[in-house]
């Protein structure tokens, strides 16, 4: 996930601003009381001084310094406020002016706000400072918590994908009792019934399909001693064939995905075996085969065989009866010219009984990705960039050399004929 988009960082940018929006606010107010009480304070010592200033005019008759009777030069605002009222004081930002009239005279006096000033700017600096440092510690502690609380998301969502993926071992619950508990435990407890739900249904399909075997195969029997000739029997011989497959297609399922099977892999090379597979399918079924390059895999032919007996077959019934298989190192690319893979097949892979394009079980792909799973490899689907299905046999490269000899670099088989495409699995 991108920093950018990390709840920790959101946590403490919000986290951040309503901390420099409250110490701001108590600042501006602190400052703003401060301004007003140093200005108060001014205006009384000037007024101090004014007052000692008119004793001392009335005693000696002269002017002490800072003290004048001449209006001249003063500011317009203090003479009205002098002319309207006996007191009055003004302050100009620098200077604080207070006058008084009495005994047809008016006395002014100013006093210099410079130590104010000095002192207030003092304070908004001391504001300023502690302001940052609030901020800056806030983001850093809320950065601390939000992180323990995004490990903890994180660390829950990816047992939960663990566990998506498969691994039943893998719990996503986290310590603690606050939401993130509670969430973690809750997936942990859909995890738990989703699996046991899916494990009834699989049990459920393996025993449909073992107790349909024996019936299946008398039918089979009674099938094979109806007339040759007759469209009807012809008819019931199809069907109880395709039911026999349907039914061998589940036992190999569910083998399968019970991991029942004993895999013996063997090294060998790649394009060779897949060659010598190809050749095993009925001509209507024979692709093209264009060998890029082949490297030495692990894997076991009998289960080789049947991941492209599938793969081949479907791209047959569903890509409108072209079929090209491209080895390239250590994958094996089916493709098509059908109009590819639907959405929902390609976001959710394989699933037992969802058809690429209607008709059919649906299980081939899934019995192919199975088995490539087996083989400790993997099948991916995809569509191709000009159109037409591409299934991509990927498997993983043996550690000593093959048992047979490496095939040229690039070589391509045709098929030995072509024909009806026949149903695929």
Known sequence: MPWRHSLRLRIAVSMAALSALAIGGVAAAVA?????????RLRAQAYERLEASEVYYNVYGR???????????????????????RDASYFDGATMWVGRRTDGRTLVVQLSAADYLAQHQQLVNVLVLAGVGGVGATSVLSWLIASGLSQRLRRGAEAAQAIADGDREREASQPGRDEVAVLTSAVDG???ALTQRLDREREFSADVAHELRTPVTALVSAAELLQDDDEASALVRGQVRRLRLLVEQLLEVARLESGADVVALETADLAGEVRRSLRTLPPDLAPTLVVDASAAVGLEPARLDRVLTNLVANARKHGGGACEVRVAGTSVTVTDEGPGYPDALLAGGPRRFQSR????SGLGLVI???QAEAMGGELALRNGPDGGAQAVLTLRPAPGPPSA?????RSIDRPASSGPAAPAP
């Open 190 to 192: 859909m995890a738990s």
């Open 63 to 85: 002017l002490r310094a800072g003290a004048t009777t001449q209006m001249a030069g003063l500011p317009e605002q203090l003479r009205d406020a002098v002319a309207a009222e």
């Open 32 to 40: 703003q009381h401060s301004a007003l009480d140093g200005r108060e």
């Open 405 to 409: 000899s490496v095939s040229d670099d």
């Open 357 to 360: 394009g209607g008709g059919g």
């Open 368 to 370: 192919a990705s199975r």
